[in-house]
């Protein structure tokens, strides 16, 4: 069974970056059409940024132009960049595949942004 576990959150002033790190184990997802989602505290999970597998992304328009995913196939790990962070993108970042049977959720990755 494939476990996901989200890395690479963290504190910081609006206008900063971070990048977020998913990795998978248990089965390569290269096959996979990937997800980050966020979900903020009150509020419904949304899907922020996807990654077919042969590569073809997806932004909601909160993310166009400041995010930008990625994924490694050698390391069966998704990539997510986010520049230029609002304090809007405050929430738990969450990383899984876009099929109707998702992969076991992960615990997520903090990524508070101050202003």
């Known amino acids: 069974q494939v476990q996901v576990v989200e890395s690479g959150g963290g504190l910081v002033q609006a206008g900063e970056s971070l990048r977020l790190s998913c990795a998978a184990s248990g089965s390569p997802v290269r096959f996979s059409n990937m997800g980050w989602y966020r979900q903020a505290p009150g509020k419904q999970r949304e899907l922020v940024a996807s990654i077919t597998s042969g590569g073809n992304t997806y932004y909601a328009d909160s993310a166009k132009g400041r995010f930008t995913i990625s994924r490694s196939n050698a390391r069966n790990t998704v990539y997510l960049q986010m520049s230029s962070l609002k304090p809007e993108d405050t929430a738990v970042y969450y990383c899984?595949?876009?099929?109707?049977?998702?992969?076991?959720w992960g615990q997520g990755t903090q990524v508070t942004v101050s202003s």
């Open positions: 899984n595949t876009l099929s109707a049977s998702p992969f076991p």
